[in-house]
């Protein structure tokens, strides 16, 4: 009967344990869209959650049913699934990345248990035993997930994680289950006695660590190939921005040149209104060319020719929604590359342009661009609908604000970087606010 109460106790701490890290991974790693959820139906997928944890350690306790076993096993591999389908949308690579989770933490359990014979701090062990290393384990990954969290990775972990496939998941789970059937058989084999012990334990343990390695060098082609594609992503982007402010210089550039050739012939009709006494006539014919002479006209000086070419880019584009730009400050010239200033202007603008696209009546985007010495500060304001959620300074998927502020947030940190600088975002009162600092 004490056996048995050191099963569930184990056993709920595990349960604990892996609520934790399960919280962490899908609110900060794993973005998942979200949906409304009372606290009620949240108590009773928690309480689903345990029972099975229970009926699992039951079944190991007893044995008394070996189909209830197996049902038991089934469930307690997926159980998580219950308290994330109340709150959130379940994708299909959820269910294998649960699987692989508690696969994982079996392993890793039974490879402390290898360890600690290896030191000297452990005989071999069987049964309650083995699910307290395996709580240990479960314990050691809930640490490197905090650390992630603390050296701000989430990042990088989000990307490989969503970027895996249902293919990739199957492949591990196999590897980490052919891995985890033979430590577990390992100790039941027959082993001849001029085979020593401790090399099959050495053996068990470099499988393990072949299989993590497979694992991680998977993880980094995963990381440099998603790399690579926001690399050819930024690439393109950067192409399209330049042509596209490029051509409108070029088309204001020929306004100017057709006013110009046309100046001579206005001005000489102008004369013989003056002379034949039509002042009326006159004057509203110089109203025409004031007019028409304001067309040609940059709306923007900051500067900076390229960022005088993005800010009335933009301007087009935003008056399209019924929202004005007001630019304040000056831009700095040559210290930033044209190609960073095309980007970083393009993506700040971009989202604020398509945040007020989501509202209705005019609306205004702030832009204050402050130069002192060797700082530059840049800072866009814009409404939105609803305030955004934003956690280690980026802003959290959801379905309501998904194409708010997106990826282009990430290619403004880039450009950040690259001048030994930094990127800070705020939403407060439906007032997203994005601040470029910037050594040049």
């Given at each position: 009967?004490g056996?048995e109460?050191?099963?569930y106790?184990?056993?709920t701490?595990s349960g604990l344990?892996?609520?934790?890290?399960?919280?962490?991974?899908?609110?900060r790693?794993?973005?998942?869209?979200k949906?409304p959820y009372t606290?009620g139906?949240?108590v009773?997928?928690i309480?689903?959650?345990?029972?099975?944890i229970?009926?699992?350690?039951?079944?190991?306790i007893?044995?008394?049913?070996?189909?209830l076993?197996?049902?038991s096993?089934?469930l307690?591999?997926?159980k998580?699934?219950?308290?994330?389908h109340v709150?959130?949308?379940i994708t299909k690579?959820?269910?294998?990345f649960?699987?692989y989770?508690?696969?994982?933490v079996?392993v890793?359990?039974?490879?402390l248990?290898f360890f600690?014979?290896?030191?000297g701090l452990?005989r071999q062990a069987?049964?309650?035993?083995?699910?307290?290393?395996?709580?240990m384990?479960?314990?050691?990954f809930a640490?490197?997930?905090?650390?992630?969290?603390?050296?701000?990775?989430t990042?990088?972990v989000?990307m490989?994680?969503?970027?895996?496939?249902i293919?990739?998941?199957?492949l591990?789970i196999l590897?980490i289950?052919?891995?985890?059937?033979?430590q577990s058989?390992?100790?039941?084999l027959?082993?001849?006695s001029?085979?020593?012990e401790?090399a099959?334990e050495?053996?068990?343990?470099?499988l393990?660590?072949?299989?993590?390695?497979?694992?991680l060098?998977t993880?980094?082609?995963i990381?440099q190939?998603n790399?690579?594609?926001?690399?050819l992503?930024l690439?393109?982007e950067?192409m399209?921005?330049?042509t596209?402010?490029?051509n409108e210089?070029i088309?204001k550039?020929q306004e100017?040149?057709?006013?110009?050739?046309?100046?001579?012939?206005l001005l000489l009709?102008?004369?013989t209104?003056i002379v034949d006494?039509?002042?009326?006539?006159a004057l509203?014919y110089?109203?025409e060319?004031?007019?028409s002479?304001s067309?040609t006209?940059?709306?923007?000086?900051?500067?900076?020719?390229?960022?005088d070419?993005?800010?009335?880019?933009?301007?087009?584009?935003?008056?399209?929604?019924?929202?004005?730009?007001?630019?304040?400050g000056?831009?700095?010239v040559?210290r930033?590359?044209d190609m960073?200033?095309?980007?970083l202007?393009?993506?700040l603008?971009d989202?604020a342009?398509?945040?007020?696209t989501?509202l209705p009546g005019?609306?205004e985007?702030?832009?204050d661009?402050i130069?002192k010495?060797n700082t530059?500060?840049?800072i866009v304001q814009?409404?939105t609908?609803?305030?955004?959620i934003?956690e280690n300074n980026?802003?959290?998927?959801?379905?309501e604000n998904?194409?708010?502020h997106?990826?282009?947030?990430?290619n403004?940190e880039r450009?950040?970087t690259?001048?030994?600088?930094?990127?800070?975002?705020?939403?407060?009162?439906?007032?997203f606010?994005?601040r470029?600092?910037?050594?040049?």
């Amino acid at each position: 009967m004490g056996e048995e109460i050191y099963y569930y106790l184990i056993f709920t701490i595990s349960g604990l344990v892996e609520l934790f890290s399960m919280h962490i991974i899908f609110s900060r790693f794993m973005y998942l869209e979200k949906k409304p959820y009372t606290q009620g139906r949240m108590v009773v997928a928690i309480l689903l959650y345990f029972a099975i944890i229970y009926l699992y350690s039951w079944n190991i306790i007893h044995k008394d049913s070996i189909p209830l076993f197996f049902i038991s096993y089934g469930l307690f591999y997926f159980k998580y699934l219950l308290v994330l389908h109340v709150r959130n949308r379940i994708t299909k690579t959820v269910p294998f990345f649960l699987f692989y989770y508690e696969l994982l933490v079996a392993v890793l359990g039974q490879n402390l248990h290898f360890f600690l014979i290896e030191l000297g701090l452990l005989r071999q062990a069987r049964g309650i035993w083995i699910q307290g290393l395996e709580v240990m384990a479960a314990i050691i990954f809930a640490i490197a997930l905090m650390a992630l969290l603390i050296y701000r990775k989430t990042w990088n972990v989000s990307m490989w994680l969503s970027s895996l496939s249902i293919g990739q998941y199957i492949l591990y789970i196999l590897l980490i289950y052919i891995a985890l059937l033979v430590q577990s058989g390992i100790y039941r084999l027959n082993i001849p006695s001029n085979v020593p012990e401790s090399a099959i334990e050495k053996m068990s343990i470099a499988l393990v660590l072949i299989i993590i390695i497979v694992t991680l060098q998977t993880m980094v082609i995963i990381d440099q190939r998603n790399t690579m594609e926001e690399s050819l992503e930024l690439v393109n982007e950067q192409m399209e921005s330049a042509t596209e402010h490029y051509n409108e210089m070029i088309q204001k550039d020929q306004e100017v040149k057709k006013f110009r050739h046309d100046i001579k012939n206005l001005l000489l009709v102008l004369r013989t209104l003056i002379v034949d006494d039509k002042n009326e006539k006159a004057l509203a014919y110089m109203d025409e060319m004031q007019e028409s002479l304001s067309k040609t006209v940059k709306k923007y000086d900051t500067g900076n020719f390229m960022a005088d070419a993005v800010l009335n880019s933009k301007d087009t584009k935003a008056a399209e929604y019924d929202t004005s730009l007001q630019f304040d400050g000056f831009v700095p010239v040559e210290r930033v590359k044209d190609m960073d200033m095309v980007i970083l202007l393009s993506n700040l603008l971009d989202n604020a342009i398509e945040a007020c696209t989501k509202l209705p009546g005019h609306k205004e985007i702030r832009i204050d661009s402050i130069l002192k010495k060797n700082t530059w500060v840049l800072i866009v304001q814009n409404p939105t609908m609803t305030d955004a959620i934003i956690e280690n300074n980026s802003v959290q998927t959801t379905k309501e604000n998904k194409n708010l502020h997106g990826f282009g947030l990430k290619n403004i940190e880039r450009v950040a970087t690259k001048y030994d600088g930094v990127m800070q975002i705020a939403c407060e009162n439906s007032i997203f606010k994005t601040r470029v600092t910037m050594n040049i």
